[in-house]
């Protein structure tokens, strides 16, 4: 009997089952920190050894969270968060999808010099600017010790630009000239022909602008010291810089406010993560 042809791209059982053994194995590598913090913040007492990857279940417990909530409000501190990173996300995506809208599709006066402004920011770190940041927005603007303080200077993201921007240039014009002709403004044309071709785009820069500002401290801590504005980073990073010593178990303290951190953004991730490998580019153009 003749031996079974692989149509093209076909692998063979043995390359499947070595491609599903690396993948698993790289899988395991990425997601031991992440149990190793979870199991660690369940323990009661910390257990650093090999053993402490299978606790022993007396030995597991919630109360270092429930240190951390007695320390600081934790229901404030995601409020404080959630607003300050919705007013970051908000602006970045509108102002992104703006600009780069009109670095691709738009012809004007001066477009090649304010891309390349826009590539130059990227080269300038934030630490060099938070000094005259601060003076200008709590001295010159008396927002301090507000959520617009903290919001402003992130607001604009030249990251979400070039994003936008490269996606955008992969749209076909073509689409953009058959809505002009159809009496589309340039305002619909992004709404209706653009935005919904460009949705890992899209993805992408929300969960850029998301954990960003999700994990800042040191810009909402200059602005305000009022813990009852404070984002759940600025609180978690006072936790567990004065407080978590003080505690029965700083070991597991620690690991329970990691882990009350990056839940959020871990959530995110897995609920738009099948977003990343899917694109509606070209599907509207024949041939």
Not at 224 to 230: G, I, M, N, P, R
Not at 246 to 254: D, K, L, Q
Request: hydrophobic share 55%.
């Amino acid at each position: 009997m003749a031996a079974t042809q692989r149509l093209p791209g076909q692998i063979s059982r043995g390359q499947a089952i070595l491609r599903g053994t690396v993948l698993g194995i790289g899988a395991l590598v990425f997601l031991f920190p992440f149990y190793y913090m979870v199991i660690g913040s369940l323990q009661t007492s910390p257990d650093t050894s090999l053993a402490g990857l299978f606790p022993n279940p007396a030995n597991i417990t919630g109360e270092n969270y429930v240190n951390i909530n007695e320390r600081i409000n934790l229901f404030t501190g995601l409020v404080n968060s959630g607003i300050f990173t919705a007013g970051v996300l908000i602006g970045t995506t509108v102002f992104g999808l703006l600009v780069g809208y009109a670095l691709a599709v738009l012809e004007w006066r001066g477009r090649g010099a304010t891309f390349a402004l826009a590539l130059l920011v990227q080269v300038v770190p934030f630490q060099l600017l938070m000094i005259p940041l601060y003076v200008m927005i709590a001295r010159d603007y008396g927002l301090g010790d507000t959520h617009l303080g903290m919001i402003l200077p992130f607001a604009i993201n030249s990251t979400a630009v070039i994003i936008f921007r490269q996606y955008f240039l992969q749209v076909p014009k073509e689409m953009f000239d058959a809505a002009r002709i159809d009496g589309a403004g340039e305002l619909g044309l992004l709404w209706r022909v653009a935005i919904p071709l460009v949705r890992p785009a899209l993805v992408t820069v929300v969960l850029l602008a998301f954990i960003g500002p999700w994990n800042e401290f040191l810009w909402p801590f200059l602005i305000t010291k009022d813990a009852s504005l404070q984002p759940l980073a600025v609180s978690l990073a006072n936790f567990i810089s004065n407080v978590a010593s003080s505690t029965a178990n700083p070991f597991g303290a620690i690991l329970a406010g990691a882990c009350v951190l990056a839940a959020p953004v871990v959530v995110l991730f897995l609920f738009f993560q099948q977003y990343f490998i899917s694109t509606d580019i070209g599907s509207g153009v024949k041939g």
